[in-house]
């Protein structure tokens, strides 16, 4: 059964601080990772999306990393700014399209 | 607004009552899934169509709960006599076939339900 873990749980961090984001899974059967972003009672934003046979995606200030051996996916976040508080969620997609997803990291940028 | 929409974004209900959720993909995507998200947690998977043929049903997806496509488009899902542990946010996501490397999911602004 696939599991996905996020460390840590939560994060205070000073404005402009680069910050790292960790997900790790336990099969590494996988067809692709997703990050999302999620503002308080909001629904999900979709911010990278590694495919099973890339290493990493960049989307402006934010870079994914994915090691399917090691069962591990990173969101690196340059120059954290206050706008980006929010609760980050891992994905995976799996056998039958389902999406399993952690439990999120929550951020919080102070200016 | 090309993206997933979700109606109504708000519920509140009496314990017993039933309520019913609708979901509006992206039109061109084939594949509809239903989620829950309790505080704290990432969403849980409940439901999944490719067109109008529910394909897979999660255990959390009790004899209470009821989903539908007809014609492949809208989704609804259904609670029937609600109880205070339905609470939750309920999200709909859809994506495209191709190949399941490639498969992106797009979620909606979700439900949000309270049972009181």
């Known amino acids: 059964k696939q599991e996905v873990t996020q460390i840590p749980a939560a994060l205070s961090v000073p404005e402009g601080e680069n910050l790292v984001l960790n997900c790790s899974f336990t099969?590494?059967?996988?067809?692709?990772l997703q990050w999302f972003r999620q503002d308080p009672g909001k629904g999900l934003t979709s911010l990278l999306l590694?495919?099973?046979?890339?290493r990493e995606q960049t989307s402006g200030r934010l870079n994914a990393s994915l090691d399917k051996s090691s069962g591990r996916s990173t969101l690196y976040i340059a120059a954290s700014q206050p706008g980006d508080s929010a609760t980050y969620l891992c994905?995976?997609?799996?056998?039958?399209?389902?999406?399993?997803f952690g439990a999120g990291t929550r951020l919080f940028v102070k200016a | 607004d090309t993206g997933v929409s979700q109606d109504p974004r708000h519920k509140i209900t009496k314990r017993g009552q039933n309520v019913t959720f609708r979901c509006d993909p992206i039109?061109?995507?084939?594949?509809l899934y239903w989620y829950r998200q309790t505080l704290g947690q990432g969403p849980e998977f409940l439901t999944y169509?490719?067109?109008?043929?529910?394909?897979?049903k999660s255990r959390l997806l009790s004899d209470r709960f009821s989903a539908e496509r007809p014609k492949g488009s809208f989704s609804t899902l259904e609670i029937q006599r609600t109880e205070q542990g339905d609470s939750a946010m309920y999200l709909c996501?859809?994506?495209?076939?191709?190949?399941?490397?490639?498969?992106?999911?797009?979620f909606g602004q979700g439900t949000r339900l309270t049972v009181v």
């Open positions: 039109s061109e995507h084939n594949r």
């Open positions: 590694i495919q099973s046979s890339q």
């Open positions: 994905a995976l997609t799996t056998g039958g399209f389902k999406t399993i």
């Open positions: 099969d590494s059967a996988i067809y692709n």
């Open positions: 169509f490719q067109n109008e043929a529910q394909l897979e």
């Open positions: 996501a859809s994506s495209t076939p191709d190949r399941p490397g490639d498969t992106e999911a797009f």
